[in-house]
């Protein structure tokens, strides 16, 4: 059976304001994977010069935030010689405070200094695996991921290498991504849109008929057959993160992107998606892999305790199928 969500508060602004008749889509290319957007466009603002304006926010994204680009910001902060402090630019600066107080509020369920972790499984810019790594290996790299070994002057906007710290933000920065995006056709006068990136949304305004703009939940493979999840994303964001989305096989096992920071091994904790909607995408992006990380139990509890509305799909061993765990905020959205 199917199911629609819908904003608890509606921007009455959004109803006044006078719209063209027509729909305009753009897309590119933007972090190893595609974005696309949906807009009312208004008259006066050609439909290339809001491309550029998405695509110019996203390659700054790229340039500050890759672990791919040797010349990345982020690259550069990985490499910098212990003791060294690095200024940082505002985004920059908003998306890694950000991830260490998600880090801080999961005990480090998230940690977004998992790049070693992240490069010896294989799910980096580095080769794939075909195997596990050595159990010593894992050991040994989990030595460098602590997200309270990094110093972030929040004063000063900076932070420091403690030295042998590297820095992965794939868990967040595709989201803020997403609102960077936003920001952008805002700043060009665009009020009515759906952005995404690789799976990743957020709406703002209405469509020409007054309708708000609807996106249907991304579901895992193993969901299939289950009833759909309808989105009214009005002000709203939505970000989804799952293990099966980046994942190698051995031995009859399946080993996802999704590693838990804590063990230095992906999780088999159950949990097949997790979902997050939330007024910010960035935000959206990285709950919904805490969650992932947290199991469902856990990251129910932190759904309930912060007020976020998600939702967790976990393997049912039993009966073969999927379960369903809806926060109470989520719960309340229901139409």
Known sequence: MNRVLVPLALNTASFARARPDRVESLGGRTMGTSWSARLVLPVE??????????????????????????????????????????????????????????????DGAYDPTIGPLVDLWGFGPVAARIAPPPADAIAEVRECVSWNRLTLDRDARRVRQPGGCRLDLSAIAKGHGVDRASAALRGLGIGDFLVEVGGELRGEGLKPDGSP???????????????????????????????????????????????????????????????????????????????????????????????????????????????????????????
């Open 45 to 106: 603002v050609p439909l290339d010069m809001a491309c550029q304006h998405v695509q110019s926010a996203l390659d700054q994204v790229v340039a500050e935030m890759s672990h791919w680009e040797a010349a990345s910001l982020l690259s550069r902060v990985n490499n910098a010689v212990p003791g060294e402090w690095r200024d940082l630019p505002p985004g920059f600066f908003h998306v890694l405070a950000a991830a260490l107080d998600i880090a801080r509020l999961t």
């Open 213 to 335: 703009w609807w996106v249907t939940l991304e579901r895992p493979p193993a969901a299939t057959g289950a009833g759909e999840t309808l989105i009214a994303l009005h002000q709203l964001s939505v970000a989804t993160s799952g293990d099966y989305r980046r994942y190698f096989e051995s031995g009859g096992r399946r080993y996802s992107h999704s590693i838990d920071p804590r063990t230095g091994v992906p999780v088999t904790n159950g949990v097949v998606s997790a979902s997050v909607i939330h007024n910010s995408c960035m935000m959206a992006d990285v709950l919904s892999t805490a969650i992932t990380i947290l199991g469902a139990e856990a990251g129910m509890a932190l759904a309930r305790a912060q007020n976020l509305a998600a939702l967790v799909i976990t393997a049912d061993e039993s009966g073969g199928g999927v379960r369903e765990h809806l926060s109470p905020a989520l719960e309340a959205m229901l139409d």
